[in-house]
């Protein structure tokens, strides 16, 4: 968690914004990607591997986010 901590929030903000939303037309991505797999729609290797793409900042935002909200965590 040394290495979360030791990225800034400008950094893990940017790429949330820009790796995990583009495409921004007609939709961000990761929710085109989200809604396949409510969907049971996400079937093939690269939709999978597209929404661990463009995923990934989201979750290490949101591991930031509570890591610097419960510090004892």
Request: no cysteine; aromatic share 10%.
């Amino acid at each position: 968690m040394r290495a979360l901590d030791s990225v800034s929030w400008t950094i893990v903000i940017v790429l949330a914004l820009t790796l995990g939303l583009a495409p921004f037309t007609p939709e961000p991505h990761i929710w085109e990607k989200l809604k396949m797999l409510a969907s049971g729609e996400l079937v093939r290797a690269v939709d999978w591997f597209d929404l661990l793409l463009h995923g990934v900042p989201w979750v290490v935002l949101g591991f930031k986010a509570v890591r610097t909200l419960r510090p004892d965590a």
